[in-house]
């Protein structure tokens, strides 16, 4: 089991923080969730014009599935992949 940290960010919009979230930064610079599936995260961001990308059907360590990814406030990146049950 894991443990994860949900941060609010206030007052970041149209700040520009990317830079201290991609390389050569050091540390944790993003993050994957699966999910059942991925068309409602994708309906909600669409409804709040926030972009994300689509990568279609991707194969990881963890199995094979759609993946969307999208960027927070501040630059860190979040992918969510669907789990397929027929996926081994």
């Known amino acids: 089991m894991g443990r ?6 206030q ?3 149209g700040k520009g923080l990317y830079h201290r979230a991609k390389p050569p930064a050091l540390g944790h610079l993003h993050a994957t969730w699966h999910v059942r599936t991925v068309a409602p995260l994708a309906a909600r961001l669409r409804a709040g014009s926030v972009p994300y990308e689509e990568h279609g059907v991707v194969r ?5 599935g759609r993946m969307i990814s999208f960027c927070s406030p501040a630059g860190y990146r ?6 397929r049950e027929d996926a081994s």
């Open 11 to 13: 007052g970041a919009r």
């Open 60 to 64: 990881t360590l963890c199995g094979e």
């Open 4 to 9: 994860v940290q949900v941060l609010e960010y």
């Open 78 to 83: 979040i992918e969510v992949q669907e789990e």
